[in-house]
């Protein structure tokens, strides 16, 4: 049996996971050999009596080729631990995933990572403040790590991306199964400039069980995970203490009181978690010799950045209006700027176009809080 195929199928059976992989992997030098082991060695190596069966009696053989021609069909890369292309990082971790499926640049792996994640629900500050985020860390060449979910996640990934950043996305489905749909265009995107990862095999469903296995992923990839937004039950809490686990750094963006999407990070900055304002504070904790190579950088990197586009009277007025944190309704706009109304809806359409404003469901508009620059 190929040696691919082997290892695929010991992801397949149930009963074997991540640490029994790791058990069989080391006892058997050649892969393909794993099935050959008698019952008293693979319970020896704690393999329950129901998986040791169905992997001697090769049940999952025949999904497992069949997975492997499917990666080769459809140019899907099959990354193992401890072989070349298996993330470094990853491989740190208590529990790696044997095999992970993987479409896209999987060299940008080997790039500096920091994983963004949050609620799905999350209040037009937090969207904000993830894709400002995102777009930051994304521009200074840190990949943007998170799990393509609505929400927080979308945000982190849209920032990066708008920055000509790379991202990499980790899915709790099979690599062929995009959840949620709306994200679609956007998982080409990040294909075609970053890459997507799963553990699970192909045409897995988005179930629930599933996203709490993948954060270990997240985090795993990642010199520190940082926490936009979440509840007090929020997966994204589990991803924090993952990361704690893992020994990464944990960051959290500091939220109003009075909402409960700020209870997730607010309650991490008591547990010691790093306050976060701005990208600096991110970079500022990661290994010295990374961190002096990001921000001597950066000088250069200001230099050539582009000026800001100046801006008339009217839309000046309007934007000073305007909250970051807050959608506020157009009546209000008419009343608090006295501008005439067709002028008004004149400026907040050409506002929008150039970046500066972004209109939500009901008539609702927010400012952007980074500002476009002029080419």
């Known amino acids: 049996m190929d040696d691919l195929a082997a290892l695929v199928e010991l992801t397949l059976i149930p009963g074997i996971g991540s640490l029994a992989q790791a058990r069989l992997t080391g006892a058997c030098a050649d892969s393909s050999r794993i099935c050959e082991l008698a019952p008293r060695e693979l319970e020896f190596l704690e393999v329950p009596a129901e998986a040791s069966e169905a ?29 070349p292309g298996y993330p470094k990082l990853l491989e740190e971790i208590y529990d790696p995933p044997l095999v992970l499926y993987a479409r896209g640049h999987v060299e940008v792996l080997d790039m500096p990572c ?76 990040i294909e075609n400039h970053g890459v997507l990862l ?95 190579r990001l921000l001597q950088n950066e000088e250069a990197w200001q230099a050539d950045r582009p000026q800001l586009e100046l801006l008339d009277e009217d839309e000046s007025t309007v934007l000073a209006a305007l909250d970051t944190d807050r959608a506020i309704l157009f009546d209000r706009l008419l009343r608090s700027t006295g501008i005439e109304i067709s002028r008004l809806s004149n400026l907040l359409l050409n506002l929008e176009m150039r970046g500066y404003v972004r209109m939500l469901p009901g008539g609702l508009y927010i400012r952007v809080a980074r500002p476009p620059q002029k080419k």
């Open 114 to 189: 920091v994983a963004i994640v949050g609620t799905r629900r999350p209040t037009p500050y937090g969207l904000q403040m993830a894709e400002g985020l995102g777009y930051d860390l994304g521009a200074r060449g840190i990949v943007v790590v998170s799990g393509l979910a609505r929400g927080i996640d979308g945000a982190a990934h849209r920032g990066c991306l708008d920055a000509g950043g790379r991202t990499a996305a980790v899915l709790g489905s099979g690599i062929d199964v995009i959840y949620p749909q709306e994200h679609r265009r956007m998982s080409r995107d």
């Open 55 to 83: 992997l001697r009696a090769g049940r999952y053989r025949p999904m497992a080729e069949e997975i492997v021609d499917w990666c080769l069909r459809e140019g899907c890369r099959l990354l193992v631990r401890g072989r």
């Open 198 to 292: 799963s553990e699970f095999p192909p045409g897995t469903s988005p179930a629930p069980q599933n996203f709490p296995v993948r954060n270990r992923i997240i985090s795993g990839l990642s010199l520190g995970t940082l926490v936009v937004e979440a509840g007090e039950y929020s997966g994204s809490l589990i991803t924090a203490r993952l990361a704690m686990e893992q020994n990464r750094e944990v960051y959290a963006l500091p939220g109003n009181l009075t909402s409960p999407q700020s209870f997730g990070p607010n309650f991490l900055i008591k547990q010691g978690a790093k306050l976060v304002q701005s990208w600096r504070d991110i970079v500022e904790e990661f290994p010295p010799e990374l961190r002096c």
